[in-house]
């Protein structure tokens, strides 16, 4: 598994204080919810807006929820 981080989501993980790590715990360990386009993660107190392609897992935004 290998993250792509959208210019977007990184612009957000900077504002909020996400790294990696949380990102992937929430994938790994998160509710995991269908999308129109993609998935939602929801894990403690964070949400990742995410696409499955391949092996790629692309991080569209990340927010505190």
């Given at each position: 598994?290998?993250?792509?981080?959208?210019?977007?989501?990184?612009?957000?993980?900077?504002?909020?204080?996400?790294?990696?790590?949380?990102i992937w715990r929430?994938?790994?360990?998160?509710?995991?919810?269908?999308?129109?386009?993609?998935?939602?993660?929801?894990?403690?107190?964070?949400?990742?807006?995410?696409?499955?392609?391949?092996?790629?897992?692309?991080?569209?935004?990340?927010?505190?929820?």
């Amino acid at each position: 598994m290998k993250l792509k981080i959208t210019l977007h989501a990184m612009e957000k993980m900077a504002e909020r204080g996400i790294d990696k790590d949380m990102i992937w715990r929430a994938i790994k360990c998160g509710a995991v919810s269908r999308q129109t386009d993609g998935l939602l993660a929801r894990h403690t107190y964070i949400e990742v807006a995410y696409k499955v392609c391949g092996e790629w897992y692309i991080i569209k935004t990340v927010k505190i929820v």
